[in-house]
T-cell receptor
Framework: DVKVTQSSRYLVKRTGEKVFLECVQD?????MFWYRQDPGLGLRLIYF???????EKGDIPEGYSVSREKKERFSLILESASTNQTSMYLC????????????FGSGTQLSVL | GENVEQHPSTLSVQEGDSAVIKCTYS??????FPWYKQELGKRPQLIID?????GEKKDQRIAVTLNKTAKHFSLHITETQPEDSAVYFC????????????FGTGTSLTVIP
């Protein structure tokens, strides 16, 4: 069974801190995604990656960056955390191909104080 | 890019009744439409999907219909049970951007025993 693991379930940070959210998948998937989930706004794509060292902006990339140095790991970076980045962050992965389903991690609830 | 709208945002039904969730999309090039279910505190998981060359697909109590002309697709749950209570997300996949999933804003379904 595919496993997508996010390093933290809950995280509390202070405004201005640099924050790293880690995601690891164990099924050799080419595609990896970071979503943000907020009530009433659904799942919004922040960044995605189709290959190692490759990244593409999603719908809301501002204030975020990503890193994919290895195929199995996709990191989301908040360079200077702000209170409006308090949210649930979901990582997902999928095989390459048009109709491959997404496998999600359990999510990281980030609170920025 | 693709714009997916989902209605209603909340839905309450009595156990045993049917529930219908509707989504519209904007990009006529989209050809794959999955539905994800997210139970409280858990990750979203694929429950059913439909491809553009099919008008309807059924899996036990769950069915999805697609009207490509009108650019809308719907999730139908019959004989609802309390364990159907969850947030449901529809998504549309555009051909041009490959695996970039565009999600609706979600429907919170409550099945009242």
């Amino acid at each position: 069974d595919v496993k997508v693991t996010q390093s933290s379930r809950y995280l509390v940070k202070r405004t201005g801190e640099k924050v790293f959210l880690e995601c690891v998948q164990d099924m050799d998937h080419e595609n990896m995604f970071w979503y943000r989930q907020d009530p009433g706004l659904g799942l919004r794509l922040i960044y995605f990656s189709y290959d190692v060292k490759m990244k593409e902006k999603g719908d809301i990339p501002e204030g975020y960056s990503v890193s994919r140095e290895k195929k199995e790991r996709f990191s989301l970076i908040l360079e200077s955390a702000s209170t409006n980045q308090t949210s649930m962050y979901l990582c997902a992965s999928s095989r390459q191909g048009m109709k491959e389903k997404l496998f999600f991690g359990s999510g990281t609830q980030l609170s920025v104080l | 890019g693709e714009n997916v709208e989902q209605h209603p945002s909340t839905l309450s039904v009595q156990e045993g009744d049917s529930a219908v969730i509707k989504c519209t999309y904007s990009d006529s090039a989209s050809n794959y439409f999955p539905w994800y279910k997210q139970e409280l505190g858990k990750r979203p998981q694929l429950i059913i999907d439909i491809r553009s060359n099919v008008g309807e697909k059924k899996d036990q109590r769950i069915a999805v219909t697609l009207n490509k002309t009108a650019k809308h697709f719907s999730l139908h749950i019959t004989e609802t049970q309390p364990e159907d209570s969850a947030v449901y997300f529809c998504a549309a996949i555009t051909v041009i951007t490959g695996n970039q999933f565009y999600f609706g804003t979600g429907t919170s379904l409550t099945v009242i025993p």
